[in-house]
């Protein structure tokens, strides 16, 4: 008793439906909504929160983001160079770099720079948004370089091709040719690289910081602590990374219909 | 600098000599030492089987390939002496290619000027100025604010001309210029094209178009395997080949529903 295609859709459908179903009642009866708000929903005793969730931890995440994506930018344009670069040992040295770099867990490389290179440097003691910086910037500049690279890699041969039959030197050719379309091609993926060292930039709290550099999830914990709101305050924070990072979303996701429609 | 053959010149027309040029990829020779020679004001049709080594010869002309041997000299300029500003010669040389190659970023009016204000250092009015006459010498004068994408193959085939126009060449090379067309338009190239040859460039073109070799080039040159095997007027050549190699190609060509399929 063979089924039919239409007789199987219609069968999952229903499964589909009563697995939601059972799983809302349950949620429902199950759950004692009274020490669920004041577990996670204690709005109430939350505004001592603000303004600082906002004027330190949302400025600090913000600043942080932006400092090492900006390292990571730079560095990574480096490093997708030299992995093109007709010269070897620029181009084993970028691979070993970016392997690197992309196998450990960022927060081990913030560690190392907290606290490694004081101890291997004896008085050098960076500010800690430079650690930030070159730590977080250090680990995206991995995955970036192989974004860029790919993207100068995607602009057709034979629009090099012809700018230099129209007299372009090569690095005219790369400036105002294979650039600009490189770029559009890589924004979607750099836009979510700045997604993930939004959320990476919480991390940061492992160095220790003083309460002015607290960032957005190190803003939250103290929160927690200090107000009794149970963990409404980290709730309030991550709803100030979905600010960032949904906006960001959207207009990655802007860029990528957009180079589909120029590709087409 | 160099005198025309043509009787009503309207370009500044440069030639071109080739002496056994030779170029490999690896083990694979390409081409096995050609000697050719294009006047001032000609248009030569290079004809041949896919993978004769047809673009690998245009492209030495304009250094895009590194040839292993020989000289080229194109117009005032020895091509192939390393100490020469390779840049500077490829001004003069234009190229028009079987997929376009517009610049994708940049509209119609743009990719006529890009070249002209950054390479020539002209300034932008004058860029306009050169830009739009050579458009609507192509018939898309008033396609200047479009994109390439927005634009029929034909029509980016023909800005691809006028992009080239734009500098002001003494040479055109064309790399199978209609292959990529729908054979609608096809005509409309041709026809740029033609003009162009009347008009006293000189003109280097690969084609499979046998009906234009015949009209307007006044020279043929069937290459295969490398080498050059048959050359001459362009009725000749196609009307009345001499060599075996020439007959089967271009009974192919000519007549493709009719082609025996060797086992
Ligand atoms: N960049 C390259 N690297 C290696 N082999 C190439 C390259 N370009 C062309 N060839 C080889 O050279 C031969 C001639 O190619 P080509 O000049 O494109 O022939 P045609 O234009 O007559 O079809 C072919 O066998 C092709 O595979
Ligand atoms: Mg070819």
Known sequence: MAMTPRRRARISKILQITIFVVVIVLLLLK?????????????????????????????????????SFA?????????????TASFAPYRWLATGFIEFFR???????????????????????WPQPVNIMLALGLVSSAYIAET????????????????????????????????????????????????????????????????????????????????????????????????????????????????ARANR | MNETTNPTPVFQAAGVSITGLRKSYGA????KGIDLEVKPGEVVCLIGPSGSGKSTLLRCVNLLEQPNAGVIHVGGFEATDLDIDLDKMRQKVGMVFQQFNLFAHLTVMQNCTIAQTK???????????TAQKNLDRVGLGA?????????????????????????????????????????????????????????GMTMLVVTHEMSFAKEVADRVIF????????????????????????????????DPTHVEIAE
């Open chain 1, 31 to 67: 759950i004692d909504w009274k020490l669920m708000n004041e577990a996670f929903f204690n709005f109430d005793k939350i505004s001592p929160l603000f303004p600082g969730m906002i004027t330190i931890g949302l400025k600090n995440t913000l600043f942080y983001t932006v400092i």
């Open chain 1, 71 to 83: 390292f990571g930018l730079t560095l990574g344009l480096i490093l997708a160079l030299m992995k």
């Open chain 1, 103 to 125: 196998g450990i867990p960022a927060i081990l490389v913030l560690l190392a720079f907290g606290f490694g290179i004081p101890t291997a440097f004896p008085g050098v003691v």
């Open chain 1, 148 to 259: 860029l690279r790919a993207g100068l890699q995607a602009v057709p041969k034979g629009q090099v091709e012809a700018a230099r039959s129209l007299g372009m030197p090569a690095w005219r050719a790369m400036i105002t040719i294979v650039i600009p379309q490189a770029f559009k091609i890589v924004l979607p993926p750099l836009t979510n690289e700045v997604i993930l060292l939004t959320k990476d930039s919480s991390l940061a709290f492992i160095l220790g910081m003083m309460a002015s550099q607290f960032e957005l999830t190190k803003f939250g914990r103290d929160g927690m602590i200090s107000l009794g709101a149970g963990l409404t305050p980290l709730i309030v924070a991550g709803a100030m990374y979905l600010v960032i990072t949904i906006p960001l979303s959207l207009v990655a996701r802007k860029f990528e219909s957009r180079t």
């Open chain 2, 28 to 31: 694979n020779e390409v081409l």
């Open chain 2, 119 to 129: 390479v020539l250092k002209r300034p932008a009015a004058q860029a306009k100025e």
């Open chain 2, 143 to 199: 396609f200047g604010d479009r994109y390439p994408d927005e634009l029929s193959g034909g029509q980016q085939q023909r800005v691809a001309i006028a992009r080239a126009l734009s500098m002001d060449p003494t040479l055109m090379l064309f790399d199978e210029p209609t292959s990529a067309l729908d054979p609608e338009t096809v005509g409309e190239v041709l026809a740029i094209m033609r003009s162009l040859a009347k008009a």
């Open chain 2, 223 to 254: 290459m295969d395997g490398g080498v050059v095997v048959e050359q001459g007027h362009a009725k000749d050549v196609i009307g009345n080949p001499q060599q075996p190699r020439t007959q089967d190609f271009l009974k192919r060509v000519l």
